[in-house]
């Protein structure tokens, strides 16, 4: 068993986010969950495991005034913080045709998915020190591939792999900073009860996937998991594309 840590989830009331938070509750792990969406907050604090053992924040992860409080409370609850996860992103990817975008809507991308790890990395960075602390930022599969209207979605993870290099030089040796690029990954059952989805696969979604099938948030949650580890002390600066190999896949049309 490894040594209970404190961990900071942005986007930890639903999705990729609530499977990371229940993962490292079960593994004995403190963690802090901040959201925009105080029902999902609600729904993820009376679904999650250990309650003593988590903390929920109404916090925006684009906004700096809330990062910078919400790491604070953090750490003045749990008493020091080993671990960030930045992971709370505008996750719909399509934005509709490119000449039509506004800049507004463009920012809004950027602002969540990519400033928000710019901010947290910086209110959390010297906790993270006194810690020999670890990041995690989630970038997509989509930095790397595109679909047509994905110009805002693609350009901030992007920015998210770039940043994890530039993070990893600056803050070593004493934080590590490591990307993960999720593939398609089914959060459909992970949502406040509002926003809850029946998942189902056509045979075609998981014929796309060598590995046999659409992704879970634990698939992410235990990468995030190791990558947080002292197991992982020489891994830094580094993009993992956890996909089920749906991008190692040649497509031709038929
Ligand atoms: P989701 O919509 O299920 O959950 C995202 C959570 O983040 C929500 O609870 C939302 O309220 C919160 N959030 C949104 N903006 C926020 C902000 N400014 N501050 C704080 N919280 C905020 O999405 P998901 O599918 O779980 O995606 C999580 C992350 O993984 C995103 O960064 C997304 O881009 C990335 N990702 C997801 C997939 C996928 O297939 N699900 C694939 C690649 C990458």
Same mark, same amino acid.
């Given at each position: 068993?490894? $040594? *209970? ?6 986007? /930890?009331?639903? +999705? ?7 993962? #490292? ?12 969406? $105080?029902?999902?907050?609600? *729904?993820?604090?009376?679904? #999650? ?39 709370? %992103?505008? =996750?719909?990817?399509?934005? +509709? ?6 800049? =507004? ?10 400033? +928000? ?5 910086? &209110? ?8 020999? +602390?670890?990041?995690?930022?989630? =970038? ?14 693609? *350009? ?9 290099? *530039? #993070? ?19 959060? /459909? ?25 659409? /992704? ?9 998991? &190791? ?16 996909? %089920? %190999? ?9």
């Amino acid at each position: 068993m490894q $040594e *209970a840590k404190t961990i900071y989830v942005t986007g /930890g009331a639903q +999705g990729i986010g609530l499977g990371i938070a229940h993962h #490292l509750l079960i593994a004995g792990h403190r963690v802090v969950i901040t959201d925009i969406d $105080e029902e999902a907050l609600s *729904a993820a604090k009376a679904r #999650l495991p250990y309650s003593e053992y988590l903390l929920a924040l109404v916090a925006d992860a684009g906004n700096e005034q809330q990062v910078s409080k919400s790491i604070t409370q953090a750490v003045s609850h749990f008493g020091q913080l080993d671990g960030l996860v930045h992971n709370a %992103g505008i =996750a719909d990817p399509f934005h +509709g045709p490119m000449e039509n975008l506004e800049l =507004a809507a463009w920012q809004a991308y950027l602002n969540t998915n990519l400033t +928000g790890a710019f901010l947290c990395a910086k &209110y959390a960075a010297k906790h993270l020190r006194k810690q020999q +602390g670890s990041m995690v930022l989630m =970038a997509s599969s989509r930095a790397f591939q595109s679909e047509p209207d994905t110009e805002a979605y693609a *350009a901030s993870k992007g920015g998210i792999v770039a940043l994890t290099h *530039a #993070l990893a030089i600056s803050l070593g040796p004493d934080i590590r900073v490591n990307a993960i690029s999720p593939g398609w990954i089914e959060v /459909g059952d992970w949502q406040k009860p509002a926003r809850q989805q029946p998942v189902e696969h056509r045979s075609i979604d998981r014929e796309q996937h060598p590995a046999g099938r659409v /992704g879970t948030p634990n698939d992410i949650a235990s990468l995030t998991h &190791y990558l947080l580890s002292k197991e992982a002390s020489f891994i830094t600066g580094q993009n993992f594309v956890v996909d %089920g %190999g749906m991008t190692r896949k040649m497509i031709y049309a038929e």
